[in-house]
């Protein structure tokens, strides 16, 4: 099939994700539909390997430039409601692909979201990248902030974090926090796993229906102020995020690897940067920051009793004609009295 070196060999599935053609997974769909062909031969086996440089590789006709790298790029769209999170639709129905004007660089949607839910969703020419972020095992949490209509009870709370079973296969555990309260409350849910329409089918199961929702997170990547429709690029260090979060976990021979429900439950406990960032963006007061800081770390503990030592030294400042004299210290408080080394202070 090729004739170049076998160090200069990559995977056909992989060429085709590197060059913006399709995800990785979605590349192995191609390559067994017949629909790509390698020097004028139609290849069907996955696996088959090939040169980017010297090979001449189509699909559905379209030849692939030899040698030329796409540079990769990674986007972050908030995908409005009725618009459809696959490149293509067969129904011809609004996608997020119809939203990226002005952008030549061929991408494609990282997961999906569902028909009527908006929020973040991430598009990008990085086949590899795409397949570690939807691969189960990466567990890369997902925030949702959802509007249910009727509030779950404290014991249903609970079930839903330990996981409910939807099909007869268990969730995995996820994490719940009730944001505002009333007869439609709005929950933030954080997920490792993306079933289909899971959230939805997470409440139905307790006899609740979701009216609204939004996804605002993935991993390190917040959905922030970008209005519907509109994207952005993603920063260098929110790349450098997912990538570290898709690396499988790694562990040292003397070590214990953690089971898969630890995993779950450490991806969807709390984030502490999350505590002090409030939910509209915008900074928290400076009492609360105030209060945060006092809290944390032994060397702000110690600094306390230092403050709360100040006011009784001030107190007990008074004229030195009183403080003067055996005689004066005798008459006085003994329990009042500063000793020598506190005078000085």
């Not at 954080?190 to 996804?215: A, C, D, P, S, Y």
């Not at 429900?261 to 009492?287: D, H, M, Q």
């Amino acid at each position: 099939m090729s004739f170049s070196n076998e160090e200069d060999l990559q995977r056909l599935q992989k060429i085709l994700a590197q060059a913006g053609i399709a995800s990785r997974r979605k590349a192995e769909e191609l390559i067994t539909e017949g629909r790509v062909t390698v020097n004028g031969k139609v290849v069907t086996e996955l696996g088959t390997k090939a040169d980017p440089s010297h090979d001449y590789i189509k699909v559905d006709g379209h030849l692939l430039k030899r040698g030329e790298t796409t540079e990769l790029i990674y986007l972050a769209l908030h995908k409005p409601d009725n618009v459809m999170s696959t490149a293509s639709d067969p129904q011809r129905r609004k996608t997020v692909m119809d939203l990226l004007e002005g952008l030549k660089t061929r991408v494609f949607p990282v997961g999906r979201l569902d028909y009527h839910s908006t929020g973040l969703i991430l598009l990008t020419n990085d086949g590899e990248l795409a397949n570690a972020i939807t691969t189960a095992k990466s567990h890369i949490p997902k925030t949702y902030m959802v509007k249910s209509k009727g509030s779950l009870t404290p014991e249903e709370e609970e079930q839903f974090r330990n996981g409910v079973p939807l099909s007869g296969i268990r969730t995995a555990p996820a994490g719940l926090r009730l944001v505002r309260r009333g007869d439609n409350p709005w929950y933030e849910v954080r997920l490792i796993e993306g079933r289909n329409q899971q959230i939805r089918t997470m409440f139905k199961h307790f006899g609740h229906l979701v009216e609204k929702l939004r996804r605002i997170s993935i991993g390190d990547v917040e959905l922030g102020t970008l209005k519907p429709g509109e994207f952005r690029f993603l920063e260098p260090h929110e790349i450098k995020g997912l990538q570290r979060m898709s690396r499988p976990v790694r562990v040292a021979k003397d070590e214990v690897a953690p089971s898969e429900l630890t995993l779950a439950r450490r991806a969807v406990a709390p984030r502490k940067p999350a505590a002090k960032r409030a939910p509209s963006g915008k900074a928290l007061p400076r009492t609360t920051t105030r209060t945060s800081i006092k809290a944390s770390g032994p060397a702000a503990q110690s600094s306390a009793p230092s403050v709360k030592r100040s006011g009784p030294s001030v107190k007990r400042s008074g004229p030195p004609v009183k403080r003067s004299g055996p005689a004066a210290g005798r008459t006085g408080a003994p329990s009042k009295r500063p000793s020598g080394p506190k005078r000085g202070r």
